[in-house]
């Protein structure tokens, strides 16, 4: 497979605008049980924002910068800022470079993960994306690591993150809205592990696309 381009990008983040629209109820209904049922509203406002400025960036950088500060300005809520700072620096991290190996686009990924984690302070366990991201990135590099493309790497991370987002139901929440519900927010799948599965399955399926 040959290398990741900022097209490819493009439509990674169109694909991922797409399966927000068609999950965006069932996202609201998670946040439903343990927030404020605005998860599937807020991302999909966020994403309808950003895809007209896709096309206006030219590098990994720009895209990066112009999601991240669209979700931040249009995701009222905690979302918002976590991917937006995803997105800004997944960006910086890829520069701008225009075709990222399996390898770069795993560390450009992490460098996005490490973003949400200094912003939001989540560990992993405490029900949220990062119980969905932090195995994606394991599997990423695990599969790097015996010589997967990035076809195959997003494939196995899309697999992670959808067995993480599943293991966030018996977890009690200790950050976010969620954690205001305490022992009551077990039994309850995480709707920011479930948007961020989505992410990872939306790259998934552009790369084999
Ligand atoms: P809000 O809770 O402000 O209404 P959303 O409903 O859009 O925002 O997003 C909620 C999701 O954000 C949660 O399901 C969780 O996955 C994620 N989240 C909340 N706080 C944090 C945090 N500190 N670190 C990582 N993710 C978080
Ligand atoms: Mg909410
Ligand atoms: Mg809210």
């Known amino acids: 497979m ?4 900022t097209a490819d990008l493009r439509a990674w983040i169109t694909r991922f605008a797409s399966l927000i629209d068609e999950h965006q109820t069932e996202l609201t209904e998670l946040d439903s ?6 998860h599937g509203s807020n991302m999909a406002r966020g994403m309808h924002a950003v895809l007209p400025k896709l096309d206006g960036a030219a590098t990994p950088a720009d895209l990066g910068k112009a999601i991240g500060m669209t979700l931040v300005s249009t995701v009222g809520g905690a979302s918002g800022p976590l991917y937006g700072t995803f997105f800004l ?7 701008a470079e ?3 190996d399996a390898a770069t686009l795993g560390a450009a990924l992490r460098a996005g993960v ?3 984690v200094q912003r939001g302070k989540a560990e992993p366990g405490d029900k949220t994306m990062i119980d969905a991201f932090t195995p994606a990135l394991q599997a990423w590099d695990d599969a790097v690591a015996g010589g997967a493309d990035a076809v195959s790497a997003a494939e196995a991370a899309a697999t992670a993150a959808a067995a993480g987002r599943d293991a966030t ?3 009690v929440a200790r950050k976010g809205r969620a954690s205001y519900l305490g022992e ?7 709707p920011g592990a479930a948007s961020a599965t989505l992410l990872l399955e939306a790259l998934r399926d552009t790369l084999a696309a």
């Open 89 to 95: 620096r997944l960006g910086g991290a890829a520069g």
């Open 184 to 190: 009551r927010s077990a039994g309850h799948l995480d």
């Open 2 to 5: 040959t290398d990741v381009t």
């Open 169 to 171: 139901v018996p977890l």
């Open 33 to 38: 049980a343990i927030g404020d049922a605005d």
């Open 114 to 116: 490490e973003g949400v």
């Open 98 to 100: 225009d075709a990222l």
